[in-house]
């Protein structure tokens, strides 16, 4: 079985400590921080996201799994899984503590956080999917009335 | 002699596999899980038919990750996903992959695909789907719970 580099926890991990791979304007922790300091640059913040993950996935396929865990195309997984961390920041469900616990080697820190991020990428893609989902519907009503 | 496993009992070190290649703990026991396809199958087959009562494979699951490698590093990430205590963590692990497999959420064919043993894409997308399959699974019961007490 392929192992160590191609785990999610340490993909996650390398993103949000904000490793340095070379060069890339921004990282993952960057725009994190970004989008808790300023949410209306949420969708410059959404986009910068998907930039530094493209930019530091290697041979991890995480559209693949992120499309898995917020049932999605494999090719919105990046999309999906950006929007609802940048909701999830700016929601408060992935404090800056949460957050910054991937700066601490796994070894120290455990694998907790993976588990807090995991979960609240998914309570925030619901979210987002619930408010979508509304839209169509309030824009029906409204339209039918005077 | 081939020694012969309960199906049910196959299912924790089947999940607990899945769990450790997550992290790329040592996964030797990943390989040799998803050797035995058909044997996922009947325990599937029996949770569904009701002949493998829910509540012992979830069990035996608990047990067998308990004791198997690296429980302590599952306990941290499924106590967090979950949202339960630590020393709940295995048990609500297994009873919500349990559920899930019992209601075809975790459908065979997916753990199949995982079972070659290549984090690829696919297998990738497939883990991702599990994962999402146990926190529905935890969120359903655990909101069943609590619509109950309420209730009374």
């Not at chain 1, 195309?73 to 999906?80: H, S, T, V, Y």
């Not at chain 1, 796994?106 to 694998?111: A, P, Q």
């Not at chain 1, 925030?124 to 509304?134: F, M």
């Amino acid at each position: 079985m392929r192992s160590a580099c191609w785990v999610t926890a340490a993909f996650l991990a390398v993103l949000l400590a904000g490793c340095a791979s070379g060069g890339h304007s921004g990282n993952l922790a960057d725009v994190l921080n970004d989008a808790r300091a300023h949410p209306e640059n949420r969708l410059a913040d959404e986009v910068a996201c998907e930039r530094s993950m493209n930019a530091r996935t290697g041979d991890f396929a995480y559209k693949a799994f992120f499309a898995g865990l917020l049932s999605v195309p494999e090719a919105e997984g990046g999309r999906a899984f950006c929007s609802a961390i940048i909701e999830a920041v700016i929601a408060g469900d992935l404090s800056q503590a949460e957050q910054d616990a991937f700066r601490t080697p796994s070894e120290v820190r455990g694998r907790a956080p993976v588990g807090t991020l995991l979960r609240a990428v998914i309570v925030a893609h619901e979210r987002l999917y619930g408010q979508q989902a509304q839209k169509p519907s309030q824009a029906q009503s409204c339209s039918c009335g005077e | 002699m081939k020694r012969h496993r309960p199906p049910h009992r196959f299912a924790g070190t089947l999940i607990a596999a899945m769990l450790l290649a997550l992290f790329a703990l040592p996964a030797a026991a990943a390989a040799q899980a998803f050797q035995d396809e058909e044997e996922f199958r009947v325990l599937a087959e029996g949770l569904r038919n009701g002949t493998i009562p829910l509540s012992v494979a979830s069990e035996q699951c608990r047990q067998e990750i308990a004791a198997g490698e690296g429980p302590e590093e599952i306990v941290q990430f499924m106590s967090t996903f979950l949202v339960v205590p630590e020393k709940l963590a295995l048990a609500a692990t297994c009873q919500a992959i349990m559920r899930a497999v019992k209601a075809d959420e975790i459908p065979v064919e997916a753990l199949v695909v995982f079972s070659r043993g290549e984090l690829d894409s696919v297998g990738l997308f497939e883990i991702g789907r599990i994962l999402r399959a146990v926190y529905f699974s935890h969120r359903l019961t655990t909101t069943a719970s609590v619509v109950g007490q309420a209730a009374q």
